[in-house]
Each structure stands twice: as C-alpha cells, then as structure tokens.
C-alpha cells in the first residue's frame, strides 16, 4: 500500500515524466540515425520535429464526387459522397526531400538499384 505522497510521486513519474523520456529517448535515437546518414545532430532533430510536426499537415490532391444510391423502405434515395486522396506533409514531403537531397552521395546507380529491389519486394 502506498501513502498519499508516494503515490503522487509514482503518478509524476509515470504519467507525467515517461511520456517526455520516452520522446527525448526516440530524439536521440533519431539524431543517431542522422548522424549517420551524414547531418548534425541539430539537423536530425530539428528534421524529426518537422516530420511530427508535418504529420498533421495533409495536401488535397484530388478530389471527387460520387453519387450513391441507398435503397430504403419508400424510396431509392440519392446520396454524394465526396471521396479525397491527400499526400502527408511529414510522412511523405518531407522524406522524399531528404531522400533527393541525400541521393547525390550515395550516387545515381545506387539509388536505381535500392528502388528496383525495394519495387520488387513491395510490389
């Protein structure tokens, strides 16, 4: 059993603090991974926030009306419905951009090669 100060502190500490471990933890494991891709670590953190921060941001790419019809008890009803495809700012822009800028070190022949087998496996 745990008194009431203990168990404030053991709320502070799991609820409150490991959220924010836990995310400087995965900071450092990505400005790691940067680091060795060739950027500092300020650029690797500063692109993760940008991805997180880009996640919640999509762009309309197109978009269309589709008429469908529902069946009801006295009368086929007509109904629109608005379908979207969207592209995500931080899960698709901004690695692309990564991926062109760092395209130029790993060499033209590489990156043909790494898209093929990545083509082929996914496909």
């Given at each position: 059993?745990?008194?009431?100060?203990?168990?404030?502190?053991?709320?502070?500490?799991?609820?409150?603090l490991?959220?924010?471990?836990f995310?400087?933890?995965?900071?450092?494991?990505?400005?790691?991974?940067?680091?060795?891709l060739?950027?500092?670590?300020?650029?690797?953190?500063?692109?993760?926030?940008?991805?997180?921060?880009?996640?919640?941001?999509?762009?309309?790419?197109k978009?269309?009306e589709?008429?469908?019809?529902?069946?009801?008890?006295?009368?086929?009803?007509?109904?629109?419905?608005?379908?979207?495809?969207?592209?995500?700012?931080?899960?698709?822009?901004?690695?692309?951009?990564?991926?062109?800028?760092?395209?130029?070190?790993?060499?033209?022949?590489?990156?043909?090669y790494?898209?093929?087998?990545?083509?082929?496996?996914?496909?």
């Amino acid at each position: 059993m745990f008194f009431f100060p203990i168990s404030i502190l053991i709320f502070v500490i799991l609820f409150l603090l490991a959220p924010i471990l836990f995310f400087l933890l995965q900071a450092g494991i990505v400005s790691v991974a940067f680091t060795k891709l060739g950027l500092t670590p300020y650029t690797g953190f500063a692109f993760f926030i940008l991805s997180l921060i880009g996640s919640g941001i999509n762009i309309p790419i197109k978009s269309e009306e589709t008429p469908r019809i529902y069946h009801d008890f006295f009368a086929p009803r007509v109904i629109t419905e608005r379908k979207c495809i969207y592209i995500n700012v931080g899960g698709a822009i901004l690695p692309l951009m990564l991926a062109i800028w760092l395209l130029p070190g790993a060499g033209i022949f590489d990156g043909i090669y790494l898209v093929g087998i990545i083509s082929v496996f996914l496909a």
